[in-house]
């Protein structure tokens, strides 16, 4: 593709449209050419916000593009993939990928010919990467137990409270769909994907119409399990991801929203014999350096400079998707659902 990618940004109903706006507007592979939002109010503040003219008819917008990211309402990507990809567009679109598999489908049918990438920033956080070659090179041996715990603690904002994220029309859920997607698609990342899931959610304590609070548990055929937790309630919080292995173990912190804070050094620390003491990494979480939801875009923008296939595919955003609708359907149920990864 030809440079300077001309890039518009498609609905600012998710913050993370800011990061990538800054990324778009600051590489000297793109340019940002327009906003558009349903939301003509929001849209026109974001337009101010980073000096770029605001679009109001999706197809002008569209016509004047090489390129766009979505960043509206779940409910809403795939109306807005399928017109961006009729259009000829390529599309980075911020994750979950939808809020259902009939959705999925749709999305898979439209970007058949178009380049698509779906947003998930863990992928790009060193000390990540650092944990998944020390696990490639079978460093803590078999593994049998993982733990992730991923969140924040914005839903104790009455703006989030009230805002679409907690609408289940709008989202597809509450803190599952939202921040869990986060840590199932890391699982799969890591350690392929899981046979089957069992699951409990709660609204108990931010009394809103989804959950704020969920527990998921995950069984690999090889006998493994992760336990997935994830809450919009973690006012504080440290450990992130938990790894435990035959031979040993790794923990990490900072590396989510509610441990950021508080968690200043030793982000990663693994254990493989000898002394019984941690050994700790000087690898730096990308929530520390900054930059974390930029990176998505940045890569985005790489594949398209470079004619690469993107990083992150609409099958990593399908099928992490297929985990956490699996998950819902467990605590519905009451028993463990076998995964339906279509």
């Known amino acids: 593709m030809t440079s300077p990618i001309r890039v518009a940004v498609l609905s600012f109903a998710h913050y993370h449209a800011n990061f990538w706006s800054e990324v778009f507007k600051a590489s000297p592979l793109a340019t940002l050419t327009a906003i558009w939002d349903d939301d003509a109010a929001r849209g026109r503040g974001a337009a101010a916000t980073h000096a770029v003219p605001f679009e109001a008819d999706l197809d002008t917008v569209l016509a004047g593009c090489d390129a766009v990211a979505i960043c509206s309402e779940t409910a809403r990507h795939a ?18 990928l939808a809020t259902s598999l009939a959705e999925c489908g749709r999305i898979r049918a439209a970007v058949a010919r178009v380049l698509f990438m779906q947003s998930f920033p863990k992928r790009f956080d060193p000390v990540n990467l650092e944990l998944k070659r020390r696990l490639e090179a079978r460093e803590f041996g078999r593994i049998g137990l993982v733990r992730v715990r991923h969140g924040h603690f914005y839903g104790r904002d009455a703006g989030f409270a009230a805002s679409w994220h907690a609408k289940r ?8 769909i939202d921040e869990g997607v986060h840590g199932a698609d890391f699982l799969r990342w890591m350690f392929g994907e899981p046979v089957a899931v069992t699951a409990v959610q709660s609204s108990a304590l931010l009394g809103l119409d989804v959950e704020d609070l969920a527990i998921a548990t995950y069984r690999y055929a090889d006998g493994m399990l ?15 991801i938990e790894v435990y292995g035959q031979t040993g ?34 690898t730096v979480p990308r929530f520390k350096q900054g930059g974390f939801h930029q990176q998505n875009a940045l890569a985005f923008l790489d594949a398209l400079a470079h004619g690469k296939s993107p990083p992150i595919t609409l099958e990593d955003g399908a099928r992490a998707l297929a985990m956490i609708l699996a998950a819902y359907e467990a605590a519905a149920l009451g028993r463990e659902v076998t995964i339906r990864f279509e």
């Not at 109306?79 to 979950?96: F, M, Q, S, T, Y």
């Not at 029309?169 to 599952?176: E, Q, R």
């Not at 992760?226 to 992130?240: G, P």
């Open 249 to 282: 173990s790794a923990i990490v912190g900072g590396v989510d929203l509610a441990s950021k804070d508080f968690c200043n050094a030793a982000w990663l620390k693994t254990y493989t014999g000898g002394e019984r003491t941690w050994t700790v990494s000087d």
């Open 79 to 96: 109306d807005l993939i399928e017109r961006a990809a009729r259009a000829g567009r390529a599309i980075l679109c911020e994750k979950p």
């Open 226 to 240: 992760a336990e997935l937790v994830t809450s919009w309630n973690f006012v504080a919080a440290e450990n992130s």
């Open 169 to 176: 029309a709008a989202s597809g859920g509450g803190t599952l």
